[in-house]
Antibody, heavy 117, light 107 residues
Framework: QVNLQESGPGIVKPSQPLSVTCSVTGYSITTSYYYWNWIRKFSGNKLEWMGYISYDSSIYYNPSLKSRISITRDTSKNQFFLQLNTVTTEDTAVYYC?????????WGQGVMVTVSS | DIQMTQSPASLSASLGETVTIQCQASEDIYSGLAWYQQKPGKSPQLLIYGASSLQDGVPSRFSGSGSGTQYSLKISSMQTEDEGVYFCQQGLKYPFTFGSGTKLEIK
């Protein structure tokens, strides 16, 4: 059974980096041909795809975030990570990790991150 | 980016009623479309992919159709467990983009 679980700080101060971890069990993040994504949901139901790291460690980011985002992984722990730099209150959202073959077939439960001083 | 326009924003339906949700892409997405259901406090769940293929475990009352820029999700007989928010998502081009969601409630 594929399971994804996010963990994160809850609250981040403006201009600080936001870091969220996705721990994957039941499936190796190096298995071909899956992509491991970050997606966030703002209040009001807007969903934004942020980027992925693939089974072979290729990376692709949403151009709207390209200057602030970094996605990395630790294959020994079967985890992947999101870092978003220089956050503002507009980055307040629920952050999800999700597996993608062609589409997002497994999601974590999400972690709420609030940007506030 | 491909823009996804979803309608209606909200909908209420009686038990057993047929429900249809629409999604329009800003360009041809060649059936590269998925539908997701999200219940309160839960993550989105994949219902339909490739515009019309039913994800494993999803009840057969859900169906998807469409081509080009116009797609729809149909629930053939509304059940109480179908309450939630529904999203479309284009999977043709990066950055992947989502519709704004349709909130479905029981009347």
């Amino acid at each position: 059974q594929v399971n994804l679980q996010e963990s994160g700080p809850g609250i981040v101060k403006p201009s600080q980096p936001l870091s969220v971890t996705c721990s994957v069990t039941g499936y190796s993040i190096t298995t071909s041909y899956y992509y491991w994504n970050w997606i966030r949901k703002f209040s009001g139901n807007k969903l934004e795809w942020m980027g992925y790291i693939s089974y072979d460690s290729s990376i692709y980011y949403n151009p709207s975030l390209k200057s602030r985002i970094s996605i990395t992984r630790d294959t020994s722990k079967n985890q992947f990570f999101l870092q978003l730099n220089t956050v503002t209150t507009e980055d307040t959202a629920v952050y999800y990790c999700a597996r993608q073959g062609a589409y997002f077939d497994y999601w974590g439960q999400g972690v709420m991150v609030t940007v506030s001083s | 980016d491909i823009q996804m326009t979803q309608s209606p924003a909200s909908l209420s339906a009686s038990l057993g009623e047929t429900v249809t949700i629409q999604c329009q892409a800003s360009e041809d997405i060649y059936s590269g479309l998925a539908w997701y259901q999200q219940k309160p406090g839960k993550s989105p769940q994949l219902l339909i992919y490739g515009a019309s293929s039913l994800q494993d475990g999803v009840p057969s009352r859900f169906s998807g159709s469409g081509s080009g820029t116009q797609y729809s999700l149909k629930i053939s007989s509304m059940q109480t467990e179908d309450e939630g928010v529904y999203f479309c998502q284009q999977g043709l081009k990066y950055p992947f983009t989502f519709g704004s969601g349709t909130k479905l409630e029981i009347k």
